[in-house]
């Protein structure tokens, strides 16, 4: 089972950037398909953009696409979420995800992760 830890969130302007890092542990993420998922306030968690075993496939939200970019690097056992041109809408709680059974495709449905941090909190002001 992997333990999935993130940070790097806080409270950003409009326009700014923001890069959320999610550290591994107890397994090595270079066996998992790694995704980030955002709950706004009083919404359900959705669906941010992910990044195959590889690193060779990537799949993203339409309303992050060309904003946002999710790398690994599995040697060091981290993901990360590159966010760029933050809006308001951006605000929520960010997860990091792992989800053991796929290799080439990104699940983009929660029930298909395995396993999940316990959240960073991105604000972004006007």
């Known amino acids: 089972q992997v333990q999935l830890v993130e940070s790097g969130g806080g409270l950003v302007q409009s326009g700014d950037s923001l890069r959320l890092s999610c550290a591994a542990s107890g397994r090595t993420i270079s066996t998992t398909v790694m995704s980030w998922f955002r709950q706004p306030p009083g919404k359900e968690r959705e669906f941010v953009g992910g990044?195959?075993?590889?690193?060779?496939?990537?799949s993203y939200a339409d309303s992050v696409k060309g904003r946002f970019t999710v790398s690994r690097d599995n040697a060091k056992n981290m993901v990360y979420l590159q966010m760029n041109s933050l809006r308001p809408e951006d605000t929520a709680v960010y997860y990091c995800?792992?989800?053991?059974?796929?290799?080439?495709?990104?699940?983009?449905?929660?029930?298909?992760?395995?396993?999940w941090g316990q959240g960073t909190q991105v604000t972004v002001s006007q």
């Open positions: 995800a792992a989800a053991y059974y796929y290799i080439n495709s990104v699940p983009n449905a929660p029930n298909t992760y395995n396993a």
């Open positions: 990044i195959s075993r590889s690193g060779r496939t990537t």
